[in-house]
């Protein structure tokens, strides 16, 4: 699971990718902060079965916090977009690329309006935020345009031999962006397009697949700021997933928290000060008046949204044993994988290890105690015992 945090620069989104990733990285009010892309672990927050079974988990590679748990998911920051990227120019076809190997992107809009289009410090209010939701997505779209229309003509004539599917041509084109033949077909459906068509219908269609397989969340960020109020409200009704958000307000709290400074959890709505000097206390009490009033800092909520929301994503917990939920070594709750919604026993087998896939036996639902079939749908929050051959 790769979650792709985009945006022009100045807005934010190297702030974002820190707050959700503690990663280190540049932050500065200049253009191309980022050039090589940041990667970085961030979480999504769910309930832990541990409170319902009554049990101590001992979680390998996720946390447990009071009953909730914090799930990986990788995040990479790229380089800020500029207008024509798609031309290459910034850094251009290169931030196209690194982005299209993301599942999903965050786009990280400043909501205040105080940036121009090439990323450079404005008064807010002076820009028009939706100008860049649409900027974003129109460089995507040029950019797959031109990578389509590239060998297009000479393929359409190897199809008049070779009866190949339009379909399957254009999934050849765009192999290397982990878009799915279904996801091409169903396009190509919805929207009539043909080798034929204009520049138009086939930017119908490239968007119609853009959503499909690079779904866009707004992550509506400077939100602390005044005019972002305003700019929100105006654009909210509009057809986008749209989200509120202090990327620099998160930021502060979970820096905080790591230097014991308060106790927080990443997405909560509030958080316990436990040594902090007048200058800090000030600053913190600003940030819970904004967090109390936006139900957080939403830099959380967002993540979370994208992944069980916009991607559809559940949680499972495999185990061994299914009378102690626990594995061979006697770790309770060890693991916590994310499933897509509709995904079977079987395929849990698999994403646990390929040879227990292919090995499948049988397989346990730990909570009830019932055996399920290798049909048997996942559910949020499952234990799955599974049964596995030599």
């Given at each position: ?198 520049n138009y219908d086939m930017l119908k269609f490239i968007a119609v697949l853009r959503n499909k397989s690079k779904p866009i969340v707004i992550a509506a960020n400077k939100m602390d ?166």
């Open positions: 699971m790769l979650l792709g945090v985009v945006g022009k620069s100045n807005v934010g989104k190297s702030t974002f990718f820190s707050a959700a990733t503690l990663v280190d990285v540049e932050i500065s009010n200049r253009i191309f902060t980022t050039i090589e892309p940041n990667k970085g672990v961030s979480y999504v927050r769910v309930s832990c079965p541990c409170r319902i079974l009554n049990v101590t988990c001992n979680p390998r590679s996720s946390k447990c916090v009071n009953g909730v748990r914090f799930v990986p998911v990788k995040l990479v920051d790229v380089a800020g977009l500029v207008p024509d990227a798609h031309q290459g120019k910034g850094l251009g076809t290169q931030f196209l690329s690194d982005i299209m190997e993301a599942n999903a992107l965050i786009h990280v809009v400043d909501m205040a309006g105080a940036t121009d289009e090439s990323g450079n410090p404005v008064l807010p209010g002076t820009r028009d935020p939706k100008e860049d939701i649409k900027f974003l997505e129109e460089e995507i779209d040029y950019w797959i345009l031109g990578i389509i229309k590239r060998n297009l003509s000479t393929l359409s004539k190897r199809m008049e031999t070779t009866k190949e599917k339009f379909s399957e041509v254009i999934n050849k084109q765009l192999s290397g962006l982990g878009m799915k033949i279904n996801e091409v077909e169903d396009a190509i459906n919805r929207t009539g397009v043909t080798p034929q068509s204009d700021i005044a005019e972002s109020e305003k700019n929100f409200s105006r654009i909210k009704d509009l057809d986008y997933q749209l989200y509120p958000c202090s990327a620099e307000y998160e930021l502060v709290l979970r820096k905080a928290a790591e230097h014991g400074i308060i106790e927080y959890n990443p997405g909560d709505h509030d958080f316990r000060i436990i040594k902090a000097n007048d200058k800090q206390t000030e600053v913190l009490e600003k940030i819970r008046k904004f967090a109390k009033h936006n139900n957080g800092t939403g830099v959380q909520r967002i993540i979370d949204t994208v992944v069980f929301d916009t991607l559809g994503m559940i949680v499972v917990y495999p185990v061994e044993n299914e009378h102690k939920f626990s594995d061979k070594k006697g770790n309770v709750l060890p693991d916590a994988l994310l499933m897509k919604k509709g995904a079977t026993a079987h395929d849990l087998a698999y994403a646990v290890h390929e040879d227990i896939g292919k090995n499948f036996i049988a397989a346990m639902d730990a909570k009830s105690r019932r055996n399920i079939s290798a049909s048997y749908e996942l559910k949020n929050g499952d234990v799955i015992s599974i049964k596995a051959g030599r």
